[in-house]
C-alpha cells in the first residue's frame, strides 16, 4: 500500500508499504528516519515514542496504515535547526546520556510532560516516564535532566 | 600517589564536558549498530533450534529457498572455514551440524529484501530433530554419573584455593546455600550490523561490540581469511553490559554478504536477543563461616557451581573471579574455596557487570548477616571488624597493594540520614505496588541493609592485557588539533570522552577529535573488566606522552633552547605545517596464573570496592517491594569524569537492585520461557530509587592518574544489600535472587 503521512512538517509518502509494518518500521526504514528507536517492538520499552497528532505513542504498536493522514513528531523534529530542544540540552548537560538508545524516547515522553506540566514535581515526573526504560543509567541524571528543562 | 598531570586544563581529566556524541545522541542522529542503511542491501536472519538438547537428523531448506525475495539460505555446509567460535576456547558451532545443545541454537540463515521475508523463510526450513533429555542442573552435570555434552566432560573449569589451616575450627559457625538466578544483560540496542561485501574478496563489517580484535580474530577462522581482509569499524552500541563480548551477528552476516554478494543487514528483536547473548551465570553457592565470639572470622569454606550452559564462552574467567573474590573485601586466614563452571544445555553463559563476583558477593555478604545474627553483632560491625584493607593478603596470597578502605565505604553508607518514613500525603508511586494501589501504608514495613563488594580491574591470571593509541597531531585554522584513534569500543560507558580529556590534559590542546573505531589501529582489548579507562586511558597517555617527546625535540630546533612545557601558541609555532603521528601499545603491569594446585598467585592487577546501604519497604501481605532508597559509596582512584563516575554508580547500583527483586531468565528443562520485556523485568524509574553517592579518591600509584574501573564494584553489593533490607524488615532468611513475592509471602518457601 501507499501510505501519506506529514512527518515533522513535511508531508511524506512511502510506498510498498507491507500491511504488518509498524509506524516504527516505515519511519526507520522507510522515511530515513532512524532516530526512533527499536529496543523491544513489543509496547514495553518506550524508546520509539513519536507524536502522533500530537500524543505520545509507541511506534512500534502503531500499524503504519494507522498513520494515514496523521502528523507525526519524532525526536528528529524537536530541535530548530541547530538549537537544541530545552529538553535535548539538558540531557546533554546533565548527563542523562549514557548509550543513548533510550534518549529518543525519553526526550519525547519529557518534551510532552512539559508541555503538560511546566514544573513537574519528582513523582509527575517518574509517572510520566514510567514507560520508558533505560539501562545505563539508574535514572538519576535523567531526572535532573526534566528538573533543569523545566527551569529553562 | 598520582602521576603527575596538570590539573587545570579545561575539559581534561577530572573535569566533567559533555559528551562529543551527546548532541547527535538527543536529536536522533547517532548512528547505532541498528540504524545502517546501505543501497541494495539485503536483510538476515536466523533459524534457532527450539529444543535444549537434539540431535539434528536432516535439515531441508528447499521450500526456504523458493520464497520469492529470498536469496541465500545457509547451513554450516557454506561455513567456509572451522565451524567453531568461542572467545576463550572456540567450541561452539557458527551453525549446528549434528546436534543442538540449548535452546536457541543458530541452525541456519537466510538472506531477503525484506525482514519479513527473510523470518517466513527461516519457519519454511524444516529440521528433522531427535529430541534428547536435557541437563540443566550445572552441579549434576560435573558429578560423576553425567552424561558427557562435549568431549572432555562437563567441567568447563575447576579452580580450588586453599590457604592456610584446611581444618580449622571456630566458637561460632553458620553454613548457608545460595542461589542466583540468570540475569540479562538487556542492553536496549538489539545486536546489529551491516556487512559489506568488497571487491578484494573481504567484508566489511559495521558491528555493535565490545572488542573489535577478538571478532575480527574468530570471524577470520570461521571465513578462512587473512585479517587483512576481515574489517571491522564500531558502529552505534546501545549498551553492552558484558552481552556483546562473545559473538551474535558477525560472522553470519558476514556469511550471508559474502555468500550473496550484496551488503546484508542483521537485527535481533528483543526475543532473539534473549538467544542470542550469553547472561549472567545462575549458581549454586554452599558456604561456611567460623568465627570467635567477637565477631573475628576463623576460616571460610565454599563451595561453588556456576551454570555455563551450552558453550564454554568466558565461563573459565568467571570462575576464577568467583574463587579467588570468593570470600568477599574480608581477612580471613583459613580458606578453602572450590568452584566449578559447567557445561548443561541452559543458555550459555558469560560475562556480564561484575563477572563472578557477583554471584559470591551475594552468598558472602548474606553469610555475613547470618553470622552478624548468630552472634547479635551488628551486621556492619561484624564486618568493620573483619574489613580488609591495604595490605591485606587475599587467599590467593596476593597482597593489596593499593588503597582497600572497606572500613571507610561501610561508614559513609551507615552514617548518612536514612531517608524519612512516608507519612506525608500518600503518594502511591512510593509505595510497594505502585499505581497498582494494592495497600496505602497497611502490612508494610520497613527495613535496612548493608553490603560490600570487591572486583578485580583489568584482565587477569597472566593474560597479555594492552590497549594501542594513535594520536595525529597537525595545526587547524591557526590552532593545534588532536585525532586520537583506537580499536576500544564506547558502548555507552563515555571512553571517548575520557579519551578527549586526556589528551587534552596532556598535551594541553582544546580540539581533540575521536577517530571512529575500527581495526585499522592496533588492539584495544575488551571494553568489560572495568578496563578501558585504565588501560585504553593509559594507552592515550602514553600516546601523548611520545607526541610530547617530539614536539619538545621539534622545539629545540625551533626555540633554540630545550623547553618543558609548552603553551598552544608554541605548538603552533614548532609544528608549521608538520604533522605528527604516533602509535603506542600499553600494557599494565603483568599477573600470574593460579597455582594449579592451591590457587595461588598474582592474579589480579588491581581491585575496586563499593558499599551500599539500601533501605526497603515490603508489603509482607502481597510479597512487594519497594526499594526507598540505596546509598552508594565507592572507592575510584581518581574521578575522571566526576560526571561519568556517578553514571556508572547509578547505574551499576541499578542492575545489582534488579537482580535482588525482579530479573532472571526462566529457564525449565531448559528452555527459556521469558524471553521478552513483558516477561523479563529490568527497572523501571518507578522501581528505581534516589541513589545517593560518596565517591573516594585514593590513588593507586600503579594506575594511570590513580584511577581505579569504576563500572563494576557498585554492581556487586548493591543486589546483597537490598535483600538483607527485606530480610531485616520480613526476618525471613532469603536464599535466592531474585526474590520474589511468593518467598515473602507463605505461598512457596525460598528453595533452601
Ligand atoms: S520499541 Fe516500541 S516500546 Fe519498545
Ligand atoms: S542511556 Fe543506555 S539505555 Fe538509557
Known amino acids: 500500500m501507499r501510505l501519506n503521512v506529514t512527518v515533522n512538517g513535511e508531508a511524506r509518502q512511502a510506498d510498498d508499504v507491507w500491511e504488518g509494518e509498524s509506524l516504527l518500521y516505515v519511519l526507520r526504514e522507510r522515511l530515513g528516519l532512524p532516530g526512533s528507536k527499536n529496543a523491544c517492538e513489543q509496547g514495553e520499552c518506550g524508546s520509539c515514542t513519536v507524536y502522533l497528532d500530537g500524543t505520545p505513542v509507541c511506534s512500534c504498536l502503531v500499524a503504519a496504515g494507522q498513520a494515514e493522514g496523521c502528523e507525526v513528531r519524532t525526536v528528529e523534529g524537536l530541535a530548530e535547526g541547530d538549537q537544541l530542544d530545552r529538553v535535548q540540552q539538558s540531557f546533554v548537560d546533565a548527563g542523562a546520556v549514557q548509550c543513548g538508545f533510550c534518549t529518543p524516547g525519553l526526550v519525547v515522553a519529557a518534551h510532552d510532560l512539559l508541555k503538560r506540566v511546566p514544573n513537574p514535581s519528582d513523582p509527575e515526573i517518574r509517572e510520566a516516564l514510567a514507560g520508558n526504560l533505560c539501562r545505563c543509567t539508574g535514572y538519576e541524571k535523567i531526572l535532573d535532566a526534566v528538573r533543569l528543562a523545566a527551569t529553562r | ?752
Open chain 2, 1 to 752: 600517589m598520582t602521576s603527575p598531570t596538570r590539573e587545570t586544563t579545561k575539559g581534561g581529566v577530572g573535569d566533567s564536558p559533555l559528551r562529543p556524541d551527546g548532541t547527535l545522541k538527543v536529536r536522533g542522529e547517532f548512528a547505532y549498530s541498528s540504524d545502517l542503511w546501505h543501497e541494495d542491501m539485503l536483510w538476515g536472519a536466523t533459524l534457532r533450534s527450539p529444543h535444549p538438547y537434539a540431535r539434528i537428523r536432516s535439515v531441508d531448506i528447499g521450500e526456504a529457498l523458493k520464497v520469492p525475495g529470498v536469496y541465500a539460505v545457509l547451513t554450516h555446509n557454506d561455513v567456509p572455514g572451522t565451524n567453531l567460535y568461542g572467545l576463550e576456547h572456540p567450541d561452539q558451532p557458527v551453525l549446528a551440524v549434528d546436534v543442538v545443545r540449548y535452546h536457541g541454537e543458530s541452525i541456519a540463515l537466510v538472506a531477503a529484501d525484506h525482514p519479513e521475508t527473510a523470518r517466513r523463510a527461516i519457519k519454511k526450513i524444516k529440521v528433522d530433530y531427535e529430541v534428547l533429555t536435557p541437563i540443566t542442573d550445572a552441579e549434576a552435570a560435573v558429578g560423576p554419573d553425567a552424561p558427557a555434552l562435549h568431549n572432555g566432560g562437563n567441567v568447563v573449569r575447576k579452580v580450588h584455593i586453599e590457604r592456610g589451616d584446611q581444618h580449622a575450627t571456630a566458637d561460632v559457625v553458620v553454613s548457608g546455600v545460595y542461589e542466583v538466578g540468570m540475569q540479562d544483560q538487556a542492553f536496549l540496542g538489539p545486536e546489529s550490523g551491516l556487512a559489506i561485501p568488497a571487491e578484494d574478496g573481504g567484508v566489511d563489517l559495521y558491528v555493535a561490540t565490545q572488542w573489535l580484535h577478538v571478532d575480527q580474530k574468530q570471524i577470520c577462522f570461521a571465513l578462512d581469511l587473512p585479517t587483512d581482509k576481515v574489517r571491522l569499524t564500531l558502529a552505534g552500541v546501545g549498551g553492552a553490559f558484558g552481552g556483546r563480548e562473545d559473538l551474535s551477528i558477525q560472522v553470519h552476516a558476514c556469511l550471508l554478504a559474502l555468500h550473496t554478494g550484496k551488503p546484508v543487514k542483521m537485527v535481533y528483536n528483543r526475543e532473539e536477543s534473549f538467544y542470542g547473548h550469553v547472561h549472567r551465570h545462575p549458581a549454586k553457592l554452599y558456604y561456611e563461616h567460623g568465627a570467635d565470639r567477637d565477631g573475628t572470622l576463623r576460616y571460610v569454606r565454599c563451595r561453588i557451581y556456576l551454570d555455563g550452559g551450552a558453550y564454554a564462552s568466558s565461563t573459565p574467567a568467571v570462575v576464577a573471579n568467583a574463587a579467588t573474590l570468593g570470600i568477599g573485601p574480608y581477612n580471613v586466614d583459613n580458606v578453602t574455596v572450590d568452584c566449578w563452571g559447567a557445561y548443561t544445555n541452559n543458555p550459555p553463559c558469560g560475562a556480564m557487570r561484575g563477572f563472578g563476583a557477583v554471584q559470591a558477593g551475594f552468598a558472602y555478604e548474606s553469610q555475613m548477616d547470618k553470622l552478624a545474627a548468630a552472634l547479635g553483632i551488628d551486621p556492619v560491625d561484624v564486618r568493620v571488624r573483619n574489613a580488609m584493607s591495604e595490605g591485606s593478603v587475599m587467599p590467593t596470597g596476593q597482597v593489596v597493594d593499593s588503597a582497600a578502605p572497606v572500613e571507610e565505604l561501610l561508614r559513609l553508607v551507615k552514617e548518612r540520614p536514612l531517608p524519612p518514613a512516608t507519612d506525608g500525603p500518600l503518594d502511591l508511586t512510593a509505595m510497594p505496588g505502585g499505581v497498582s494501589n494494592t495497600t496505602h501504608g497497611e502490612g508494610v514495613v520497613r527495613g535496612v541493609g548493608y553490603a560490600v563488594g570487591i572486583k578485580n580491574i583489568c584482565f587477569s591470571e597472566g593474560f597479555d592485557d594492552y590497549s594501542t593509541a594513535r594520536l595525529r597531531l597537525q595545526v587547524i585554522n591557526g590552532e593545534p588539533a588532536a585525532v586520537i584513534h583506537t580499536a576500544a569500543a564506547e558502548v555507552g560507558q563515555g571512553l571517548v570522552t575520557i579519551q578527549q580529556q586526556i589528551v587534552r590534559t596532556e598535551l594541553g590542546i582544546d580540539q581533540v577529535t575521536v577517530h571512529p573505531a575500527d581495526t585499522t589501529v592496533g588492539n584495544g582489548g575488551s571494553t568489560s573488566a572495568s578496563r578501558q579507562t585504565y588501560v585504553t586511558g593509559g594507552a592515550v597517555k602514553a600516546v601523548c606522552e611520545a607526541v610530547r617527546e617530539k614536539l619538545l625535540k621539534l622545539a629545540v630546533a625551533r626555540f633554540g633552547e630545550p623547553r618543558s612545557e609548552l603553551s598552544a601558541p608554541d605548538v603552533v609555532a614548532v609544528l608549521g605545517d608538520d604533522v605528527i603521528e604516533e602509535t603506542v601499545e600499553w600494557r599494565h603491569r603483568p599477573t600470574t596464573a593460579l597455582d594449579p594446585d592451591t590457587g595461588q598467585g598474582f592474579a589480579h592487577v588491581q581491585y575496586g570496592f563499593a558499599a551500599h546501604r539500601a533501605v526497603v519497604d515490603v508489603d509482607v501481605d502481597l510479597g512487594l517491594v519497594k526499594v526507598v532508597e540505596l546509598a552508594c559509596a565507592q572507592d575510584v582512584g581518581k574521578a575522571m569524569n566526576p560526571q561519568a563516575v556517578l553514571g556508572q554508580i547509578h547505574g551499576g547500583s541499578t542492575q545489582g537492585l534488579g537482580l535482588a527483586v525482579m530479573e532472571e531468565i526462566q529457564v525449565s528443562g531448559g528452555k527459556v520461557r521469558n524471553p521478552s520485556f513483558t516477561d523479563y523485568l529490568i527497572p523501571t524509574v518507578l522501581d528505581t530509587p534516589p541513589m545517593p553517592v560518596d565517591v573516594l579518591e585514593l590513588a593507586d600509584p600503579h594506575a594511570p592518574y590513580g584511577l581505579r574501573g569504576v563500572g563494576e564494584p557498585p554492581t556487586i553489593s548493591s543486589t546483597p544489600a537490598v535483600v538483607a533490607a527485606i530480610r531485616a524488615a520480613t526476618g525471613l532468611a532469603l536464599t535466592r535472587v531474585p526474590v520474589r513475592p511468593e518467598h515473602l509471602t507463605d505461598t512457596q518457601s525460598p528453595s533452601a
